[in-house]
Protein backbone atom coordinates (compact mmCIF):
# COMPACT_ATOMS: atom_id res chain seq x y z
CA UNK A 1 0.00 0.00 0.00
CA UNK A 2 1.60 3.50 -0.39
CA UNK A 3 1.86 5.67 1.92
CA UNK A 4 -1.33 8.26 2.69
CA UNK A 5 -0.83 11.66 1.65
CA UNK A 6 -3.71 12.71 3.36
CA UNK A 7 -2.13 12.81 7.04
CA UNK A 8 -3.71 16.13 9.19
CA UNK A 9 -2.87 17.40 12.81
CA UNK A 10 -4.69 18.87 15.29
CA UNK A 11 -3.60 22.09 15.08
CA UNK A 12 -6.78 23.64 14.23
CA UNK A 13 -9.32 21.17 15.97
CA UNK A 14 -12.14 22.95 17.53
CA UNK A 15 -13.74 22.35 20.85
CA UNK A 16 -16.72 23.45 22.14
CA UNK A 17 -18.30 22.74 25.72
CA UNK A 18 -21.45 23.42 27.57
CA UNK A 19 -21.28 26.26 30.15
CA UNK A 20 -23.75 26.69 32.97
CA UNK A 21 -26.37 27.67 31.06
CA UNK A 22 -26.12 25.48 27.96
CA UNK A 23 -25.12 27.31 25.57
CA UNK A 24 -21.87 25.83 23.42
CA UNK A 25 -18.94 27.97 24.40
CA UNK A 26 -15.74 27.60 22.54
CA UNK A 27 -12.87 26.73 24.66
CA UNK A 28 -10.68 26.34 21.89
CA UNK A 29 -8.29 28.50 22.81
CA UNK A 30 -7.81 27.84 26.25
CA UNK A 31 -7.52 24.25 26.09
CA UNK A 32 -4.55 22.29 24.32
CA UNK A 33 -5.21 18.42 23.94
CA UNK A 34 -8.46 16.01 24.01
CA UNK A 35 -7.91 12.67 24.00
CA UNK A 36 -11.07 10.12 23.25
CA UNK A 37 -11.36 6.40 24.61
CA UNK A 38 -13.56 4.51 22.51
CA UNK A 39 -14.70 1.61 24.59
CA UNK A 40 -16.69 -1.15 23.39
CA UNK A 41 -17.90 -2.96 26.47
CA UNK A 42 -16.90 -6.59 26.08
CA UNK A 43 -17.49 -9.79 28.15
CA UNK A 44 -15.71 -13.30 27.55
CA UNK A 45 -16.38 -16.73 27.99
CA UNK A 46 -15.00 -20.87 28.13
CA UNK A 47 -16.91 -23.73 27.92
CA UNK A 48 -16.08 -27.19 28.36
CA UNK A 49 -14.38 -28.82 25.41
CA UNK A 50 -13.92 -25.61 23.53
CA UNK A 51 -10.41 -24.73 23.60
CA UNK A 52 -10.94 -20.70 22.63
CA UNK A 53 -12.40 -17.98 24.45
CA UNK A 54 -16.30 -16.39 23.07
CA UNK A 55 -16.78 -12.96 23.37
CA UNK A 56 -19.73 -11.09 23.36
CA UNK A 57 -20.57 -6.97 22.96
CA UNK A 58 -22.66 -5.20 25.24
CA UNK A 59 -22.20 -1.56 25.40
CA UNK A 60 -19.99 1.40 24.48
CA UNK A 61 -18.44 4.32 25.70
CA UNK A 62 -16.32 6.80 25.08
CA UNK A 63 -13.74 8.27 28.06
CA UNK A 64 -12.60 12.08 26.83
CA UNK A 65 -9.36 13.32 28.63
CA UNK A 66 -9.49 17.12 27.86
CA UNK A 67 -6.63 19.24 29.00
CA UNK A 68 -7.43 23.31 29.69
CA UNK A 69 -4.91 26.39 30.03
CA UNK A 70 -5.55 27.81 33.07
CA UNK A 71 -7.17 30.30 32.80
CA UNK A 72 -9.39 33.54 34.61
CA UNK A 73 -12.23 34.38 32.11
CA UNK A 74 -15.46 33.15 32.65
CA UNK A 75 -15.83 31.81 28.93
CA UNK A 76 -13.02 30.17 28.78
CA UNK A 77 -12.61 26.13 29.47
CA UNK A 78 -11.00 26.26 33.47
CA UNK A 79 -14.09 28.11 34.50
CA UNK A 80 -16.77 26.28 32.82
CA UNK A 81 -15.26 23.04 34.30
CA UNK A 82 -15.18 24.91 37.47
CA UNK A 83 -18.44 26.18 37.46
CA UNK A 84 -19.60 22.26 36.38
CA UNK A 85 -17.96 20.63 39.00
CA UNK A 86 -19.07 22.72 41.99
CA UNK A 87 -22.46 22.80 40.63
CA UNK A 88 -25.16 20.80 42.31
CA UNK A 89 -25.79 18.29 40.68
CA UNK A 90 -23.41 18.47 38.30
CA UNK A 91 -25.40 16.82 35.51
CA UNK A 92 -24.45 16.56 31.42
CA UNK A 93 -22.96 18.76 29.56
CA UNK A 94 -22.31 18.39 25.72
CA UNK A 95 -19.06 18.36 24.15
CA UNK A 96 -18.10 18.75 20.58
CA UNK A 97 -15.26 18.44 18.77
CA UNK A 98 -14.23 19.14 15.13
CA UNK A 99 -10.92 17.53 13.74
CA UNK A 100 -8.90 18.52 11.78
CA UNK A 101 -11.10 22.05 11.84
CA UNK A 102 -14.97 22.68 10.75
CA UNK A 103 -14.54 22.36 6.77
CA UNK A 104 -15.68 20.09 4.78
CA UNK A 105 -14.44 16.50 5.25
CA UNK A 106 -13.82 17.22 8.52
CA UNK A 107 -14.78 15.12 11.62
CA UNK A 108 -17.43 15.87 14.23
CA UNK A 109 -17.70 14.38 17.58
CA UNK A 110 -20.31 15.31 19.85
CA UNK A 111 -22.03 13.90 22.79
CA UNK A 112 -23.36 14.44 26.59
CA UNK A 113 -20.89 13.81 29.64
CA UNK A 114 -20.30 13.91 33.17
CA UNK A 115 -17.61 15.53 34.10
CA UNK A 116 -15.58 12.62 36.30
CA UNK A 117 -12.49 14.28 37.97
CA UNK A 118 -10.77 17.58 37.46
CA UNK A 119 -7.05 17.70 38.72
CA UNK A 120 -4.72 20.84 38.33
CA UNK A 121 -0.83 21.20 39.87
CA UNK A 122 -0.06 24.75 41.34
CA UNK A 123 4.44 24.31 41.49
CA UNK A 124 5.38 27.93 42.31
CA UNK A 125 8.93 26.53 40.51
CA UNK A 126 6.85 25.86 37.15
CA UNK A 127 6.96 28.84 34.51
CA UNK A 128 4.84 27.34 32.34
CA UNK A 129 1.35 27.54 32.42
CA UNK A 130 -0.86 25.69 34.81
CA UNK A 131 -2.89 22.93 33.21
CA UNK A 132 -5.81 21.59 34.34
CA UNK A 133 -6.67 18.25 33.67
CA UNK A 134 -10.41 17.08 32.91
CA UNK A 135 -12.06 13.65 33.21
CA UNK A 136 -15.29 13.58 31.13
CA UNK A 137 -17.18 9.97 30.90
CA UNK A 138 -19.90 9.51 28.19
CA UNK A 139 -23.37 9.88 28.80
CA UNK A 140 -26.01 8.68 26.45
CA UNK A 141 -25.86 8.95 22.47
CA UNK A 142 -22.48 10.04 21.35
CA UNK A 143 -22.39 10.65 17.64
CA UNK A 144 -19.36 10.83 14.93
CA UNK A 145 -20.20 13.00 11.88
CA UNK A 146 -18.53 14.51 8.85
CA UNK A 147 -19.14 18.06 8.47
CA UNK A 148 -20.60 18.54 4.92
CA UNK A 149 -21.28 22.33 4.68
Sequence with gaps: MAQTQDAVNACDAEVFLDDATGVLQD???SSN????TWDNSLGE???F???WRAMQECGKAIDVTLNAVYSLPAAEAVAILLDWWYAIPS????LEVNMP?????SDHFEGEYRLDSLQATLDPADPNATIMTAELKSDLVQ????TAT
Design 27 to 29: ISG
Design 33 to 36: SVSF
Design 45 to 47: FHT
Design 49 to 51: GAP
Design 91 to 94: GRRT
Design 101 to 105: DNNVG
Design 143 to 146: THTT
